[in-house]
């Protein structure tokens, strides 16, 4: 048989499985098997895990890397938001590119190769991020699949113009709708008009929802009527959702029923839901972050994700989304194989699946977008934060990061 390369003796994510062989060609999976018969290049795994490249699916490119132009004391959201929307009057088109640039090559080396990101659009910022992120799109498409969800942050309703910037927006190729509706005072308001041009450009949404505390008012509960209204189940993601953490079990239960019901998927957003959030606390401060397991088991799609890296969001962020899964099970104390497996998922084939990605998975006919990590089992990838060896995208090598040598004396 003929290959460009054979991946020998990789352990895939699926429990207790031998390792195997991982034949490539032409930028696919060509076969899986023990013991292929090639005369292909080959490299030894030694047993290690391989894993489909990681989906960021909630992530801002565009205001990462600011923490030198905002000064923050209170680390709220409403200081941040407030910061940012100071500091993005001077964003530029080369700025954003550069800092985005940054914060996507450090996702790369972190084994990351589909990101959802969300794209600020306003009537003081423009499409100045847009364009910038469009550009980086077409740059790094050797190494990641780059997805941009416009939205406003500073409200909708609430800022004249707004909405004609999201429509020039959606007609220069962004390629999801996005919303904060807790920024308008009429939040249903928003989330119609957001429904609206959802269903005009035939495109998917993702929303900000439901951020703070007190669950008295659940705007998820309009966008899963809407949903429904629209036949868009399957189309649509709220991220934050920190108000479901302070619901009783039976609570919960309810919301996570409505939202698979309505095909309504929820990301999880652990560093800046855990930051964010309580601070109004003195003792006992609440973690603010929702149970996204306990959703997934009443059959709701859920992700974890790095949401904000090095801005007053969320002031630090490697990238790596083992590591989110790694925070995420210490916050929800999750201590299990099959838990921390889990874990795994909501940063691969869970977040995947909320992407709607066809191609997605270690399958032959799938592209060889893979990612070898320095483990040998998914529990053992979260419990031990283990570091990502190399990558493929399409069968080629995008990054490599050697394992750690000992140098003992002799």
Sequence with gaps: MNFDLVLRNGRLPEADAEP???????????ALGRALVCDAPEEDLGGRLVVPGFVETHVHLDKSCLLGRCACREGTLAEAVAAVAQAKRAFTED???????RTLRRAVTQG???????VEADPRVGLTSVRALTRLKRDY????ALQLCIFPQEGLLDDPGCEEVLVEGLESGADVIGGAPYMDRDSHGQI???????????????????????PAHLDAVEVCRLTDQYGWGGRVAVGHVTKFSSVPPDQLERIGRMLAASGVAAT????????LTGRDHDRDVPRGVTPAHRLREFGVTCSLSTNNVLNPFTPFGDCSLVRMANLYANICQIGTPAGLAGCLEMVTS???????????????GNPADLVVLDTDTPANAVSEL?????????????FTRPAPTLHEPR
């Design 386 to 398: 283990a570091q990502p060896l190399f990558g493929l995208k399409a069968g080629a090598r995008t």
């Design 112 to 118: 990351t190769m589909r990101v959802r990101t969300h």
């Design 268 to 275: 999880v957003l652990p560093a800046t839901d855990l930051f």
């Design 141 to 144: 498409a050797w190494a990641v």
């Design 350 to 364: 869970q977040s995947a699946r909320l992407l709607n990605l066809a191609d997605y998975g270690i399958a032959e």
């Design 192 to 214: 119609a008009r957001i429904f609206a041009l959802a269903r005009r450009y035939d495109v998917d949404i993702d929303l900000h929802l439901d951020f703070g505390l007190d």
């Design 95 to 101: 700025d954003v590119y550069a800092r985005a640039e």
């Design 20 to 30: 195997i062989d991982i034949a490539i060609r032409d930028g696919r999976i060509a």
